[in-house]
T-cell receptor, first 115, second 117 residues
Framework: ETGVTQSPTHLIKTRGQQVTLRCSSQSGHNTVSWYQQALGQGPQFIFQYYREEENGRGNFPPRFSGLQFPNYSSELNVNALELDDSALYLC??????????????FGSGTRLTVV | AQTVTQSQPEMSVQEAETVTLSCTYDTSESDYYLFWYKQPPSRQMILVIRQEAYKQQNATENRFSVNFQKAAKSFSLKISDSQLGDAAMYFCAYRSSNTGTASKLTFGTGTRLQVTL
């Protein structure tokens, strides 16, 4: 079975620009969660998608938005980039809405640098 | 809101020795799940061990074991017979068992483990 694939692995954008990050879920998983991990910090929950609808959101502004597609892959979009958006963005897929106890599979992340 | 605290930014252990990483958490819930994740330089979060709060027995996975103290809200990770490959960032994480909420993980700030020869 395939794992979670994220693209691109690294990205440099200018303040004010928009960015789209992509995530392919593990085969059979229908839920995708996105996390932001700033340097030296633990990951922070951004939002979760289940069956193409947002289900739960962390403390992030509306310029962070997402999509989940019928094949359960997902995108994270960030508008009007700020310097503080520089971070590692992690995608995690799981099988069901509540997630099985060990069902989270993480990707290797996208390192976003905003200059 | 739940919080997870890891008070040890860095730890060091000699190969073949034992090390314990600390984690405390705060919650008003009675049922939840706790996890330890490992994040090597490859950046991918890898599940090390998990514990259901309703289970009194401490979880064990090969060289990894936990000391779960529910009343004290403490969840430490013990690594026995440390290996060079254990060197990584270790994150403690909490997840509510409430099926009405998103199954998000709340992470601590991590402990960087170094393994020396």
């Amino acid at each position: 079975e395939t794992g979670v694939t994220q693209s691109p692995t690294h990205l440099i954008k200018t303040r004010g620009q928009q960015v789209t990050l992509r995530c392919s879920s593990q085969s059979g998983h229908n839920t995708v969660s996105w996390y932001q991990q700033a340097l030296g910090q633990g990951p922070q929950f951004i939002f979760q998608y289940y069956r193409e609808e947002e289900n739960g959101r962390g403390n992030f502004p509306p310029r962070f938005s997402g999509l989940q597609f019928p094949n359960y892959s997902s995108e994270l979009n960030v508008n009007a980039l700020e310097l503080d958006d520089s971070a590692l963005y992690l995608c995690a897929s799981s099988l069901a809405l509540t997630g099985s106890l060990d069902g989270y599979t993480f990707g290797s992340g996208t390192r976003l640098t905003v200059v | 809101a739940q919080t997870v605290t890891q008070s040890q930014p860095e730890m060091s252990v000699q190969e073949a020795e034992t090390v314990t990483l600390s984690c405390t958490y705060d919650t008003s819930e009675s049922d939840y799940y706790l996890f330890w994740y490992k994040q090597p330089p490859s950046r991918q979060m890898i599940l090390v061990i998990r514990q259901e709060a309703y289970k009194q027995q401490n979880a064990t996975e090969n060289r990894f074991s936990v000391n779960f103290q529910k009343a004290a809200k403490s969840f430490s990770l013990k690594i026995s017979d440390s290996q060079l490959g254990d060197a990584a960032m270790y994150f403690c994480a909490y997840r509510s068992s409430n099926t009405g909420t998103a199954s998000k993980l709340t992470f601590g700030t991590g402990t960087r483990l170094q393994v020396t020869l």
